[in-house]
Nanobody, 115 residues
Framework: QVQLVESGGGLVQAGGSLRLSCSAS??????????MGWYRQAPGKQRELVAL???????NYADSVKGRFTISRDNAKTTVYLQMNSLKPEDTAVYYC???????WGQGTQVTVSS
C-alpha cells in the first residue's frame, strides 16, 4: 500500500510561480525503486503527463512545460516536488501526484492561473 499526499496548489497570476510537494508513505521499498511524478487534468480534458523522475534522477517532461517546470526528488526518494515557473492560464488543472509503486495516485491539488 502506498499513500500520496499533495500540497502547494493555489491561485496565482500568469507569470507567477508555485511549488507542489507530494509525500509518499507505506511500502517504502517500492516507493524508492519506482518513478514518481505529476499528471494534470483540466476540465473536459484527459489526464496528461506533466513530469516524471525515476529512481536514478532521470526526468521526462511534457513539451508544454519544458523550460518552465522542474521536477525533483528528495534524497530519501519518498517526496517529489514540482517547481512551476512562468505559469500560464493553460496550466490551470488539478495536479495529481503519481507513484509507479502500485501504481498509485494522490487526491489531487488545484492549480489556477489567472490571466
Amino acid at each position: 500500500q502506498v499513500q500520496l499526499v499533495e500540497s502547494g496548489g493555489g491561485l496565482v497570476q500568469a507569470g507567477g510561480s508555485l511549488r507542489l510537494s507530494c509525500s509518499a508513505s507505506g511500502s517504502i521499498f517500492s516507493i524508492k525503486i519506482n518513478a514518481m511524478g505529476w499528471y494534470r487534468q483540466a476540465p473536459g480534458k484527459q489526464r496528461e503527463l506533466v513530469a516524471l523522475i525515476n529512481r536514478g534522477g532521470s526526468t521526462n517532461y511534457a513539451d508544454s512545460v519544458k523550460g518552465r517546470f522542474t521536477i525533483s526528488r528528495d534524497n530519501a526518494k519518498t517526496t517529489v516536488y514540482l517547481q512551476m515557473n512562468s505559469l500560464k492560464p493553460e496550466d490551470t488543472a488539478v495536479y495529481y501526484c503519481y507513484s509507479g509503486a502500485g501504481p498509485n495516485w494522490g487526491q489531487g491539488t488545484q492549480v489556477t492561473v489567472s490571466s
